[in-house]
């Protein structure tokens, strides 16, 4: 029958899910049929979800009861048996340039309609509920389109104007209607100037970039330099330290050499007297004897005092010499000093004990401070914008005592300019006669921000010390850029040269008429900017300064060529 009646073709047959011959063929209570496999599939992954159908949308309350419709398998079996039409031709299907069906799986059908409601594109008979269901049929469908993003849900017409009044993409009809007055371009213009001013913010990033690539280096520059520092000190301290307590043994050593030197001396001393008082002791022993022998003789005369207590003679009755006792010289002339002996050093020695503690004690907090003081500051990295810069900024004036005499001040001593005469400043020891150049009065220590604005000629904007020469001898002794007590940038008309202790970088950069100077004195920082809408790194260095530094300029060129340090604030 299926050969006599209407011509079906396999799509006829076809379930709309997989887009297969029907297989255990099932009919919803829509009244759309699918293979048993496919909605229950569909189902069971919105199983949370109110059960409906995917063609017509239309929900049920509870979920239906699958059972096979047996007149449609049947059916099916029959036409496979006799024969289905030949699928669509290859020139149904999606090509490489076509609009494909969104809602096709496997092999996807060329869309005939785009909906700008539900941004996708619908093959014939997948837009089919869009013709039959009330909600789909308000929906706006339009030729198949790619990009439905740019088709105006309005007009269908493609959005190629750009409103810049309310920042949204429109049509030409829009542009007229609701649109009209507003300011509207092409949105090729609009395209053209977002990607400039993409570009524009990709430099920028870029450069941002590069700037912080460069900030972390300098940190990890910064880690080694600090454990370099570290172990060289701490090897330095415990040098100084052993030969301080080198020192210390050895003034012990010392002092009880000579302790025990003069220990010996006095031991030796007093045993020299006292073997002496011994001998003596011996031959008064002696002698006493002798005499207490003579006074048990009966035969001798008596004894005769003399003229002396300490001394006398006894004159023998049977021979004429005499025995005579020598006075007890010594025993008269010994004293004994309290026991004090060598206290006296322990004293001496314990005064220097004190006087070292002292010291210590003292010098110890001035250590204590200065490695304590040790500061990388980490949370002061250098600013990254202008607006961050002048947070620092300073009002640089010119020293008269300084400036040359073929420039003249003006601007309140911020600006100097070249004359063909010499001005008739006061003689000053200050004065640079040499280079037509100034320094500032500010002696600057901390975080300091300031420009340099030029004029004609070139300039050289610099930092220095302010015991550079200033007259007299080389003239590279006084040029900024060209000694070890200045550093300077020189502008020229077409180029930047940094110079420090006559050592030359050529450096590029946009040109501008304005240089920017960021000084950070602690963390050695000086950094040179060109500024114009944005501001530019030209250069950066990293150093000590060991001294406070100054402010300069060095104006180069012909008459009239000035620079001036330009108010900030």
């Known amino acids: 029958m299926a050969q006599k009646g209407v011509q079906l073709d396999q799509e006829t047959f076809s379930c709309s899910m997989c887009l ?24 069971d992954e919105g199983e949370k979800k109110i059960p409906s159908c995917p063609l017509c949308r239309e929900t049920f309350t509870q979920r ?25 031709a290859d020139h149904c299907y ?22 700008l409601v539900c941004l996708a594109s619908y093959c014939e008979k997948h837009l089919q509920p869009h013709y039959d269901v009330a909600p789909l049929k308000k929906h706006k469908l339009v030729d198949p389109s790619k990009n439905l993003q740019y088709i105006c849900p309005r007009h269908g017409e493609v959005m190629k104007m750009f409103c810049r009044t309310d920042e949204k993409c429109i049509c030409y009809l829009c542009s007229v209607e609701e649109h009209k007055g507003h300011d509207t371009v092409s949105a090729a213009a609009e395209r053209t100037e977002r990607q400039r001013e993409m570009e524009v913010s990709q430099q920028q990033i870029q450069q941002e970039i590069q700037d912080r690539e460069r900030d972390v280096k300098l940190l990890q520059q910064e880690v080694e330099a600090i454990n370099q520092s570290a172990d060289k000190t701490v090897e330095d301290s415990e040098e100084i330290f052993t030969e301080l307590i080198s020192l210390l043994w050895k003034r012990s050593s010392d002092v009880k050499q000579q302790i025990r030197s003069q220990q010996e001396t006095e031991v030796r001393r007093v045993r020299e007297l006292e073997e002496k008082l011994q001998q003596e002791i011996t031959d008064l022993k002696r002698r006493d004897a002798e005499m207490k022998q003579l006074h048990n003789n009966p035969s001798l005369p008596p004894l005769s005092e003399s003229t002396h207590s300490s ?9 004429s010499s005499s025995i005579s006792i020598r006075p007890l010289t010594h025993s008269s002339s010994i004293s004994i000093r309290p026991l004090r002996y060598f206290q006296d050093v322990t004293a001496a020695v314990s ?5 070292l503690q002292d010291i210590l004690r003292d010098m110890w907090t001035n250590v204590s401070l200065t490695i304590t003081d040790v500061d990388v500051l980490l949370s002061q990295l250098e600013p990254k914008s202008r607006a961050g810069f002048l947070k620092y900024s300073c009002e640089i004036t010119l020293d008269p005592n300084t400036v040359n005499t073929r420039l003249l001040l003006s601007e309140e001593n911020r600006k100097v300019t070249i004359l063909n005469q010499h001005q008739s400043y006061s003689s000053h020891p200050d004065r640079f006669t040499n280079v037509l150049q100034v320094l500032s009065r500010e002696s600057l220590t901390g975080r300091h921000y300031w420009e340099v604005e030029k004029k004609a000629g070139g300039v050289f904007v610099a930092v220095s010390y302010k015991k550079i020469s200033r007259s007299g001898g080389e003239w590279k002794e006084s040029a900024f850029g060209f000694n070890d007590k200045s550093w300077s940038l020189r502008c020229s008309s077409d180029r930047f040269l940094f110079m420090y202790n006559n050592i030359r970088t050529v450096i590029s950069g946009p040109q501008s008429s304005r240089i920017g100077v960021y000084l950070d004195h602690r963390a050695g920082v000086l950094s040179f900017y060109s500024v114009s809408g944005t501001m530019t790194l030209l250069h950066r260095v990293q150093t000590s300064f060991t001294q406070p530094l100054h402010a300069g300029v060095w104006v180069c060129g012909t008459v009239g060529a000035s620079a001036e340090f330009c108010k900030l604030k």
């Open 20 to 43: 297969e011959v029907l297989k255990d063929p099932v009919t919803i209570p829509c009244g759309h049929s699918y293979c048993m496999n496919c909605i229950k599939n569909y189902w």
């Open 64 to 88: 239906p009861v699958l059972v096979k419709n047996t007149m449609l398998a049947a059916l099916v079996e029959e036409m496979k048996k006799t024969g289905l039409q030949a699928a669509p």
């Open 94 to 115: 999606a090509g490489p340039e076509d609009v494909a069906c969104d809602f096709c799986s496997g092999r996807k059908l060329k869309a005939v309609k785009s909906c």
């Open 311 to 319: 001394s006398f003679s006894i004159r023998p009755l049977t021979h």
């Open 351 to 355: 005064e220097v004990r004190g006087q």
